[in-house]
Structure formats: structure tokens, C-alpha cells
């Protein structure tokens, strides 16, 4: 059960834009199309953003969006805001025989 | 409004037992399944625990099976975390969390209750 690998850190500037990349094995995040990502303030419980790779739920800004290639995937934040900073990690499903999911190590996000 | 509101943490001493509860409103209970995820203070998220929506399967982390029982109480719209045999790395925050298996992901989370492991 070996978590996807997100790089510690990323940065912008407000309107900016910045990616996020998150990378597991072809067990799960190549293999599913089943990755999400999750925006966590500190102190706060994590809060859904992007499933199913690239979807959105309802309120969440199309400002925020999700894509994959091969054995990663990425989270991008366009028009970077105040509030976008905050620790984002992915996750991905990796199979139903022995039920497994994991995620990534959390990346945070400064806007400068 | 969905809630799903934990209870139970605190501070155990290793080696001991202790029960989280998940009560949760707003969502049809009975038709989701369930997970506990925890994050040890400063650390990441770590899924920790599974159940079917009726109760037929559950699974766990490597780092819990054993140890932990995860179960459920359609008719309470309740979930439980049973906890035995506490370690010093088991101190986190534990999530009670829903799950859509259409996309199989993380839908609604609750605030979150702590458990301390320590002598």
C-alpha cells in the first residue's frame, strides 16, 4: 500500500496559475480512472474537489481542475486566490479484490 | 445538509482499547459505504478502514488489521471504529468519511475526532 507521490511544495502568485502532480504505479492511478483531489485548510477537515480525474462537484470553482496521463496526475489552480492556500493531496482507488486506496504524501500550496 | 459527526477520542494509554462513533444526518445512511481515514498530527492522510453499505465487507490497512473492527448500525445511521491494542503511531485525528462507489471517491467528511496514544 505505497502512497502516490506529491511534491511537497508548490507557489504562485494571486492570478497566476499553478499545477500539482501526483504520481502512483499502473495499480492505481494508471490503471483507474478513479483519481481525486482534496483541498485541506489547517484545522479543517479535507473538503472534495476533483473525482473521477477531472470532474467537479457542484460548488467547487472552475477555477479548479483535474487531468491525468499515463501514471500521474495533476490538479491545476488558475487565477490563484488568497484562499486557494491551503494542503491539497490526491487519491486514487486501487482495486476491489482486497479493497484499496491510497494517498498522496500533501502538497501545500502558498500563494505569495 | 450532510453532518457526520465523530465522537469517542482522547487520550488512551498504549496497549488499551477505545470506540469511535460517526453519527450521521442528511445522507440515506444505509446506502453508503463507509471509511475511517486518519492524519497523525503534521502528517498526511492514511485510510485506515472500509465497510460495505449493508455490512457484507470490510477492509482494512495493513497498519490496522488485526486490531481495528470497523462496523455499522444502519438503523442508528451510526458507524463505529473499535480500536484494540493502541500504539503511540495510532495518535491521529480519525475521519468518519462517505463513499461514492460510482467514481469511488471521498464524498462528505466529518470534523474529525483525536485520539493521543500515550503513557
Known amino acids: 500500500q505505497s502512497a502516490l507521490t506529491q511534491t511537497p511544495s508548490a507557489s504562485g502568485s494571486p492570478g497566476q496559475s499553478v499545477t500539482i502532480s501526483c504520481t502512483g504505479t499502473s495499480s492505481d492511478v494508471g490503471d483507474y480512472n478513479y483519481v481525486s483531489w482534496y483541498q485541506q485548510h489547517p484545522g479543517k477537515a479535507p473538503k472534495l474537489l476533483i473525482y473521477?480525474?477531472?470532474k467537479r462537484p457542484s460548488g467547487v470553482p472552475d477555477r479548479f481542475s483535474g487531468s491525468k496521463s499515463g501514471n500521474t496526475a495533476s490538479l491545476t489552480v488558475s487565477g490563484l486566490q488568497a484562499e486557494d492556500e491551503a494542503d491539497y493531496y490526491c487519491?486514487?482507488?486501487?482495486?476491489?479484490?482486497?479493497?484499496?486506496?491510497?494517498f498522496g504524501g500533501g502538497t501545500k500550496l502558498t500563494v505569495l | 445538509q450532510v453532518q457526520l459527526v465523530e465522537s469517542g477520542g482522547g487520550v488512551v494509554q498504549p496497549g488499551r482499547s477505545l470506540r469511535l462513533s460517526c453519527a450521521a444526518s442528511?445522507?440515506?445512511?444505509?446506502?453508503?459505504?463507509m471509511h475511517w481515514v486518519r492524519q497523525a498530527p503534521g502528517k498526511g492522510l492514511e485510510w485506515v478502514a472500509v465497510i460495505w453499505y449493508d455490512g457484507s465487507n470490510k477492509y482494512y490497512a495493513d497498519s490496522v488489521k488485526g486490531r481495528f473492527t470497523i462496523s455499522r448500525d444502519n438503523s442508528k445511521s451510526t458507524l463505529f471504529l473499535q480500536m484494540n491494542s493502541l500504539r503511540a503511531e495510532d495518535t491521529a485525528v480519525y475521519y468518519c468519511?462517505?463513499?461514492?462507489?460510482?467514481?469511488?471517491?471521498?464524498?462528505?467528511w466529518g470534523q474529525g475526532t483525536l485520539l493521543t496514544v500515550s503513557s
Open positions: 468519511v462517505s463513499w461514492r462507489g460510482d467514481y469511488n471517491y471521498f464524498d462528505y
Open positions: 487519491s486514487s482507488y486501487a482495486g476491489s479484490n482486497n479493497f484499496h486506496v491510497v
Open positions: 473521477g480525474v477531472s
Open positions: 442528511g445522507i440515506t445512511f444505509r446506502n453508503y459505504g
